[in-house]
Structures are given as C-alpha cells and as structure tokens.
T-cell receptor, first 113, second 114 residues
Framework: GAGVSQSPSNKVTEKGKDVELRCDPISGHTALYWYRQSLGQGLEFLIYFQGNSAPDKSGLPSDRFSAERTGGSVSTLTIQRTQQEDSAVYLC???????????FGSGTQLSVL | DAKTTQPPSMDCAEGRAANLPCNHSTISGNEYVYWYRQIHSQGPQYIIHGLKNNETNEMASLIITEDRKSSTLILPHATLRDTAVYYCIVRVGSRVGGSEKLVFGKGTKLTVNP
C-alpha cells in the first residue's frame, strides 16, 4: 500500500506475556518513529530511527521496551513481560528524511489484561 | 516538553471558518511551525507547516505573526469531518539538519457543530 501499515490492528494479551508490534513504513522513507497514546492522552515519543544511524531511544519507558529496524525498512516494537499500564495505542510514523513531515499509520491497540 | 501553548478546546459552526491559535514565544529562528490533526481513532495527519511566510494548501491556511511568536491555523469552511484534536508543533526543518522527534502537546479539541 501507499501508506504506513501497522499490524496487528488490535492485540489482547495477558499480563506477563511478550508482544511484538510491526510497522511497514512508506517505501523510501529513511526516518521511522514509534509513539504511544494512552486513552485520552497525548502522543508520547518512544523511539526514532534514521537511516543507519544509532536510534534515539530516549523515550522508551523501561528496559522491557525495545525496537529494531531491519534493512532500513520494517520495524518491530517488542514489549516484554507486559503490564496493564502498557495498554495503549502504539503508533508508527515515517518520513522521507529527518525534519520532514510525518505520515502515521492507524496504530495497534494493545490491551493487557 | 512541548514548546507551544494551545487552548484545550474550541467550537465552530459548520460552514464557518475555524481559527485555531497557537503561541510559541520561544521559537528559534530555524524552527518551523507544523500543524497536525488527529481524528478519533486514527493516527495524526499532517496539515501544513511554515517558517515565517503565510502558507495555504488545499486543507488550510497558516498565518504566522511577524515576530513569529504565535500563529493561527485557519480552516476556511469547517465541516463536521474537521472535528479532531489539532496539534501545533515547532521543529527544526530538514534543510538545517532537522530534529529527530516531534513533541506533541495536548492540542486543541475542535468540535464542529451542525
């Protein structure tokens, strides 16, 4: 497709389980971002990838969160030992280059029971 | 922290112009003003951005004051589908190195009423 694709769109998991969220950015976009949005709240920055540079992980809330971007394209956000407070919409965005406008996916709704 | 201040909510009548203000009194010379909006249950959508000149596209107009300390997003003929949260963000543009992350504040919840 032409836009940013995220999967799954919804994920329900039990507390303590690990989850993986996937993001397919727009082809050719070198920058990729992960944000999360808790119910009724604003967007919280998590991590940023730019080309082959080291990612900016400054927004990751704990060491249970990690992300990787393989081949400069697809990215996976992994949350280990999920907690109920991890429940949120996880949004991925890409841009053609740093400082350019972001295109967002529709997000993954994560519910931790 | 976000470097912008916006009213938490606004109302507008359908068909009328919606004028959304944003204060960014600490903006630097190389920082652009970006506007995004988020319709319920969707990811944010880019609207427009500008440096110092007023800008217009098919979605909206952006008016930036001469001192660049504030701006106004104008939706000329608001429709019910424009009901959303509107975010004003300042950010260094790509031509001067670009900044990595967009910092979203709380935005303005615009409700367009029939």
């Amino acid at each position: 497709g032409a836009g940013v694709s995220q999967s799954p769109s919804n994920k329900v998991t039990e507390k303590g389980k690990d989850v993986e969220l996937r993001c397919d950015p727009i082809s050719g976009h070198t920058a990729l971002y992960w944000y999360r949005q808790s119910l009724g709240q604003g967007l919280e920055f998590l991590i940023y990838f730019q080309g082959n540079s080291a990612p900016d992980k400054s927004g990751l809330p704990s060491d249970r969160f990690s992300a990787e971007r393989t081949g400069g394209s697809v990215s996976t956000l992994t949350i280990q030992r999920t907690q109920q407070e991890d429940s949120a919409v996880y949004l991925c965005a890409s841009s053609i280059d740093r400082g350019e406008k972001l295109f967002f996916g529709s997000g993954t709704q994560l519910s931790v029971l | 922290d976000a470097k912008t201040t916006q009213p938490p909510s606004m109302d507008c009548a359908e068909g009328r112009a919606a004028n959304l203000p944003c204060n960014h009194s600490t903006i630097s010379g190389n920082e652009y003003v970006y506007w995004y909006r988020q319709i319920h249950s969707q990811g944010p959508q880019y609207i427009i951005h500008g440096l110092k000149n007023n800008e217009t596209n098919e979605m909206a107009s952006l008016i930036i004051t001469e001192d660049r300390k504030s701006s106004t997003l104008i939706l000329p003929h608001a429709t019910l589908r424009d009901t959303a949260v509107y975010y004003c963000i300042v950010r260094v543009g790509s031509r001067v190195g670009g900044s990595e992350k967009l910092v979203f504040g709380k935005g303005t919840k615009l409700t367009v009423n029939p």
